[in-house]
């Protein structure tokens, strides 16, 4: 089931700027409160709505009350304790972080350098350095929630969190001191790192567990160059992660499969190991069909059947170096079953589905399924199942 | 009127640059290329050809490979020259730890008197053939000099247990030592093992120290290379290393061989021999023209060529274990398939430029002099001290480890600027030797084509590539797991749960 992550209602006079809070059901001490965007659900509001960061409600909220808030909110159901959401003046109602999933991740910026053919997420060339503020809210937020609801992993991503430049330096520093318990996993092209003195200070930082995930489409210049629309781009994200290697930063090498990259996944499987043995994990991850991806579908999906051997023999190359590889975002009955223990759960909570026919398979439970986005669309990729029997 | 007879003049070059590579022709229609960094792939000639003369086609089915594989870069020169670059420095990072195998020859005094010793040795006699204790503690200075974060300490005679009370003061005091030093710190004993007995197993133990023992296959050959009164050197193997195994862990034992004349003809039963004791390892070694091994003109009887040609065969046998499910692999051809396989650097002094002599070990003999290897040390024995490097009372660490004759041997031991090296694809997996080189060749540096040390390793490396182009999946995958160090994934499906 996928989940809802926004809803839409009105706002305050006086919500002004986007306000951050953490949810409450209950009303807390006037202490917290500045953290606190106070959720109600019916009946009638509290006698003492004073010093929230917000309100947040289907219903109407007393003209009086001083704090911002958004009324008539269309669903709130899909809101709990401790989320953290955002109030934005339009009215909108966004969750920012869930202690209940094992996904979150902090949306640095809508920018990139890049224009991958099958971006999930097109970016915008918008000024938003200005949220940077957010950010830094947000993991103060997430930091002072119940220690149970600390999270165990946090990403990073965009757009290209690497545009913010000093600003995610301090992000992560940021993270490093409030939750050192959290690993980070940054998603970046990598090809700001070019420059080795950002690498370095990234280094310095030493934040006690951090990653960072960098796509590699293919161990030809060209190839990848046209997968991310950008010319140079591999040459930069290659000497970005030597620099990063060579500070001993934790990399990953995400490699995604569609019909642009799955010719030469071998040899850029071969041409990994040769030159950057020290990556951390090999991400081999199936196409989510959302975004641009959309727009080029026909020029990039195939059927993951089609390519079990290519997907097998790379796999297979890796593991035999002792590198960590995982497959992401495949549903098990779709690749080799000598595969299934590199397959790994990915898809974020939120938007991972299963189709009827999943009901009857008996792997389900450890299978990663689909992207919402590829069900949605299960007429069009000619999506199907082969339930597995006991 | 002639021009129907001229060629087509070439097509317009396609803008690639080649970037440094070695190569050698294999079998008159192919030509094997090496980079520096020990990356390699098979061309044939006319491909090959074409790629030199710089007319290779983009559409070619090469030219995707080698640029893949970084032979040739037809984009920005610096990206790929940057990732050659940092590899070679990874290749090359040996040489950053500086010195890290320290040999103690604590004594010449033995219990055998095999006739290829390559060490020489006394038949008990007193101790001044001993090292003394002002000794070992100069020797201990010394090794602490090392900047190398982590120290190897091999006890070496002799028969070093002959004087185990001597290996524990020195161990004693090396870990006093290191208390402020914080090195890590490895101790292993060549031994024959006849010596040994349950207090020595018990502070072996205590200690976490390692064995090397000596076993050259079954007892008959074993008993014949190498003789002790009773001749019951293999028995006393054989029972001890059980005790010890039982003792110590089953791999706290390792065992070297060496190649006599009478191996020759025993390739499969020696691998057998070591099979049935339940080793995974075994070490095949030539013969060194040193110490006894020359006096008695052991090395002179047989051929480079034979050794090969046992080699070979013993290697096969290996290969046949593992078919059958008993994994076994030959230690010097997993050094050799590590560097052609792996980007990683590998730690052995024999195979590296430069040489490991002195820079990467050093032997403390026991009478205080210091050798840069123990070929180094064993050309003394016969008289000749050129690669004597100081004396541990006499000379300071500097004057050792920086004085003339360790920086010449360093010199002629960088395979990029010797004669015959420095144009061989062989270069990024081999070593100079140049020690051996002055004993057989009169000159560190030498003369390849007649050198016996080139001999063996191209035979070997040729070998290798041959087995690994086989297109035999096993022994690819066998090979892979040697020089990863990681078993061989298995492939056989998955049951649903």
């Known amino acids: ?390 | 009127m002639a021009s129907a007879n001229f060629a087509e003049p070439p097509a317009p070059a396609p803008a690639y640059r080649l970037l440094p590579f070695r190569f050698e022709r294999w079998k008159k229609r192919e030509v094997l290329l090496v980079n520096d960094v020990g990356d390699s792939a098979f061309l044939d000639a006319p491909t090959f050809y074409a790629l030199v003369g710089h007319c290779l086609s983009v559409a070619s089915p090469g030219y995707l490979e080698l640029k893949s594989k970084l032979f040739l870069t037809d984009g920005d020169p610096t990206v790929a020259i940057d990732l050659l670059a940092t590899r070679y420095r990874t290749n090359k990072s040996f040489l950053s730890g500086f010195t890290g195998l320290h040999l103690f020859v604590i004594t010449l005094r033995c219990d055998h008197s095999c006739p290829y010793c390559q060490v020489s040795r006394v038949k008990d006699g007193g101790s001044r053939w001993d090292m003394s204790p002002e000794t070992a503690e100069r020797a201990i200075d010394l090794m602490f000099r090392s900047p190398s974060p982590t120290l190897k300490v091999e006890f070496q005679g002799g028969e070093p247990l002959l004087r185990f009370d001597l290996i524990r003061s020195i161990v004693e005091r090396i870990l006093e030592r290191n208390r402020t030093e914080g090195r890590q710190i490895e101790f292993v004993i060549a031994t024959n093992l006849a010596p040994l007995d349950d207090e020595m197993l018990a502070y072996l133990k205590d200690r976490s120290i390692l064995l090397s023992t000596s076993l050259d296959g079954p007892a008959p050959l074993h008993d014949a290379n190498r003789p002790r009164p009773g001749r019951d050197s293999h028995a006393l193997v054989e029972k001890n290393l059980a005790r010890a195994r039982e003792a110590l862990g089953h791999d706290r034992i390792s065992a070297l061989m060496t190649t006599t004349e009478r191996s020759l003809a025993q390739p499969r039963e020696i691998v057998d021999e070591y099979v049935r004791l339940g080793f995974d390892s075994i070490f095949l070694r030539s013969i060194s023209p040193y110490g006894f091994a020359v006096r008695t003109g052991a090395a002179a009887r047989y051929q480079t060529s034979h050794f090969l040609d046992f080699y070979r065969a013993a290697l096969d046998r290996i290969i046949e274990w593992n078919r059958r499910g008993t994994p076994i692999r030959e230690v010097y051809s997993q050094i050799l398939l590590s560097k052609i396989l792996t980007p990683f650097a590998t730690h052995y002094v024999d195979l590296q430029s430069p040489g490991g002599a002195g820079i990467g070990a050093v032997v403390y003999n026991y009478e205080g002099d210091v050798y840069a290897s123990d070929e180094a040390r064993m050309l003394a024995e016969m008289g000749d001290f050129t690669f004597r490097l100081g004396n541990v009372h006499r000379n300071t660490y500097e004057e050792i480890f920086g004085g003339e004759t360790l920086r010449s041997l360093v010199a002629s031991s960088v395979l990029e600027g010797l004669p015959g090296c420095n144009r061989c694809a062989f270069l990024p997996f081999c070593g100079g030797d140049p020690i051996f080189h002055h004993r057989t060749q009169g000159d560190p540096i030498g003369h390849r084509p007649t050198s016996a040390f080139c001999a063996k390793n191209m035979g070997i490396l040729r070998h290798l590539f041959e087995r690994l182009r086989s297109g035999d999946r096993f022994v690819v995958d066998l090979f892979t797991s040697w020089a990863t160090g990681v078993p061989a994934p298995r492939c056989e499906e998955e049951a649903p749960v």
């Open chain 1, 1 to 390: 089931m996928s989940l809802r992550l926004q809803t839409q209602g009105h706002p305050s006079p006086n919500l002004r700027a986007n306000v951050l809070g953490r949810i409450s059901l209950v009303p807390t001490g006037r202490e917290a409160r500045g953290d606190t965007v106070r959720l109600l659900r019916g009946g009638d509001p509290d006698a003492d709505l004073d010093d929230y960061a917000g309100i947040l409600t289907e219903a109407e909220v007393p003209e009086s009350t001083p704090a911002p808030w958004i009324s008539h909110a269309r669903c709130l159901d899909h809101l709990s304790a401790g989320d953290v959401v955002l109030l934005q003046p339009t009215g909108g109602v966004r969750t920012l972080f869930r202690p209940a999933s094992p996904h979150n991740s902090i949306f640095t910026t809508d920018r990139c350098n890049s224009y991958c053919v099958m971006c999930s997420q097109p970016p915008r060339t918008i000024d938003d350095s200005e949220r940077i503020v957010e950010h830094l809210r947000l993991i103060e937020l997430i930091a002072r929630g119940a220690p149970s609801d600390i999270p165990r992993e946090l990403g990073i991503t965009g757009g290209e969190p690497t545009l913010l430049g000093n600003d995610l330096l301090r992000i992560i520093e940021r993270c490093r001191d409030l939750l050192p318990e959290t690993a980070l996993h940054i998603l970046s092209n990598g090809r700001l790192f070019y420059y080795g003195s950002f690498a370095r200070r990234l280094a310095e930082i030493e934040h006690p567990d951090l990653m960072i995930g960098v796509p590699l489409y293919s161990d030809l210049d060209v190839e990848h160059d046209r997968v991310v629309q950008a010319p140079g781009a591999f040459g930069q994200t290659l000497i970005g992660l030597q620099n990063l290697g060579r500070f001993e930063v934790p990399v990953e090498i995400r490699v995604v499969l569609h019909r642009m990259t799955i010719e030469r996944l071998e040899p850029t499987a071969a041409f990994i190991y040769r030159n950057l043995p020290f990556a951390a994990h090999i991400a081999l991850m199936g196409l989510e069909p959302i975004g641009l991806a959309v727009k080029n579908l026909d020029s990039l999906w195939i059927d993951p059947r089609d390519y079990a051997e290519t997907l097998e023999a790379a796999t297979f190359y890796l593991a035999a170096r002792g590198l960590d590889v995982s497959i992401y975002n495949h549903p098990l009955c779709a690749v080799p079953r000598s595969l299934w223990r590199f397959c790994r759960r990915s898809i974020s909570d939120w938007k991972n589905e299963y189709l009827e026919d999943c009901s009857t398979c008996s792997v389900r439970a450890r299978c990663g399924g689909f992207f919402a986005s590829a069900v949605e669309r299960r007429g069009m990729l000619r999506l199907k199942v082969t339930p597995i029997g006991l």
